[in-house]
């Protein structure tokens, strides 16, 4: 029998709540280097996302996961976006604004993910329409597309209702589509003048 990714989770977390050192151990294998790469979007601080991640997992083994967590996964990103605030808050820099919104939640080349096609120029131009985003709207899409999280995940992790997930996805892709499509019109109309 093979398990997916959240049932190998659940049953990492039941045997780890049943005293089963070794499931946290594979835990924090698990989830070690996604949990770095999301802090990498907050701060450049490795030494404070180390820091981080390893508060997480000392918390998580001594309440020995007694929380109510629907998904394990949701669970830890919530809880390291969390700790990365309060550690910033505490060396007076912050990643949540005024409104709310994240300020920095940076997107690499590396972030983008073009499956069917290996295009440099394509690669820049979502690149560049990316950046364009609002920083929530960074945030969610890089969780949604990247980290492949389903929307329940996505609200709990960014303290936000489902339909409001939802609607921030769509309203991000809609936004996306019209950035790229101008990004499009521009290299055309270059193009045309260029060869004229």
Known sequence: MTFNETQKDDFLWQQFRDG???????????????????????????ALIEDCIQELFIDFWRTKGKAKIISLKAYFFRAFKYKIAKALAKSGKSI?????????????????????????????????????????QKE???????KDLS???????????????????YHSIKLLKKIISVLLLFSVCFYLIKTT
Do not use: W
Not at 110 to 132: G, P, V
Not at 140 to 146: A, E, G, P, T, V
Not at 151 to 169: C, G, K, V
């Open 96 to 136: 949540v604004g005024n409104n709310g919104l994240t300020e920095e939640f940076v997107f690499s080349y590396d972030d983008i993910l073009i499956h069917e096609q290996d295009n440099e120029e394509m690669k820049r131009k979502l690149y560049n329409a990316i950046n364009e985003l609002s920083p929530r």
């Open 20 to 46: 089963d050192a070794e499931s946290f151990v594979c835990l924090f294998r698990n989830y070690y280097n996604d949990l770095f790469n999301y802090g990498r979007k907050m701060t450049d601080d490795q």
């Open 151 to 169: 929307y329940e995940e996505i609200s709990e992790i960014m303290h936000i209702n489902y339909q409001a997930a939802r609607n921030l996805i």
């Open 140 to 146: 969610i899409i890089y969780l949604k597309f990247h």
